[in-house]
């Protein structure tokens, strides 16, 4: 058998790296000779991921909207992804760290533009009545939103603000959630009563939501960013993709979610103003009620002030 220099090299590597893992290499090779081709189809896994849509009502539009959320889900992965190497990274780099701040908000930026597909690509008739069939679930049940959330800043910037005077970095995790700013969708704070969508949210996700709040304790975002030296902290791009992120995903991304949600729960005057899971959903949205500020410190008193008011978007 006749090999090329640069395919003799590439079979010394193969070997090398299965003897590294005790493996033998003839038997790895041979596998090859059974192998299919990888296709395009059973890369992407697209059958698996298109037989995932299952509607509960007969109208077409629900589809509309399970495949949209879907796609929600997916993009929230994929910044979980990219936040995952910001956190785990030793001795990040301002370049690393701003480029993947960017592909972060790129994210975000498609989501917020993509809500003319909600807003545009559903009849309102048929919105009412299949939301109807969706009760008590509600998109406040998003957990990887949650999970981006607790990565990307300190607790205590996610804590109603009425409470948040109480409590510091010291505050035990397990009463920081309690307070955090999301629970006032779903608990009445004078009883201590929790909603059934806030029961089942927690019963499913407390556990996790808990751990990743004590894992991204010391690498979150904004712990990443105090980490850097002090001269990397004044860098202005990396000042900016902070920012930009900041504002993104706690203003324009939530600023037209609530926009959409307020054509079809209030202005098409066919609903009852409640959303489905029965949270106070304008008050729990709107960024201005309680001001969700992952990276307080690099905002003027003026910028702070402003936050959330709709002129400033």
Request: avoid cysteine; charge should be negative; glycine fraction near 4%.
């Amino acid at each position: 058998m006749n090999l090329t220099d640069h395919s003799e090299s590439i079979l010394n590597e193969i070997d090398l790296k299965f003897q590294a893992i005790n493996q033998k290499t003839e038997v790895q090779l041979e596998g090859l000779l059974w192998s299919k081709p990888i296709t395009y189809w059973d890369y992407i896994q697209t059958d698996a991921l298109l037989s995932l849509q299952t509607q509960r009502t007969t109208l077409p539009d629900e589809m509309v909207f399970i495949m949209y959320h879907q796609v929600n889900e997916l993009i929230f992965k994929m910044i979980l992804w990219e936040i995952d190497q910001i956190a785990n990274t030793e001795n990040i780099q301002v370049a690393f760290f701003s480029e993947r701040l960017s592909r972060i908000t790129r994210y975000f930026d498609m989501l917020t533009n993509s809500f003319s597909i909600m807003e545009n690509g559903m009849e309102v008739d048929q919105y009412m009545k299949f939301r109807n069939t969706l009760t008590p679930a509600s998109g406040f049940q998003s957990a990887q939103y949650r999970l981006i959330e607790f990565a990307s800043t300190d607790v205590i910037n996610l804590t109603d603000r009425r409470y948040k005077a109480n409590f510091d970095e010291n505050t035990d995790l397990e009463t920081s959630f309690e307070h955090l700013y999301w629970q006032a969708a779903g608990k009445d704070y004078q009883t201590g009563e929790k909603s059934y969508l806030l029961q089942e949210f927690e019963n499913k996700y407390k556990v996790s939501f808990l751990r990743q709040m004590s894992t991204f304790k010391t690498k979150n975002i904004w712990q990443k960013f105090t980490q850097l030296p002090e001269t990397d902290q004044q860098n202005e791009e990396l000042i900016n993709a902070m920012r930009h992120y900041d504002k993104t995903v706690n203003i324009t991304w939530v600023m037209q979610h609530l926009n959409t949600a307020r054509k079809y729960i209030l202005e098409s005057g066919k609903g009852n103003g409640e959303a489905t899971g029965g949270s106070d959903w304008q008050k729990y949205m709107h960024p201005k009620y309680q001001r969700r500020i992952f990276f307080p410190k690099l905002w003027t008193e003026d910028e702070l002030s402003n936050w959330g008011n709709e002129e400033t978007i």
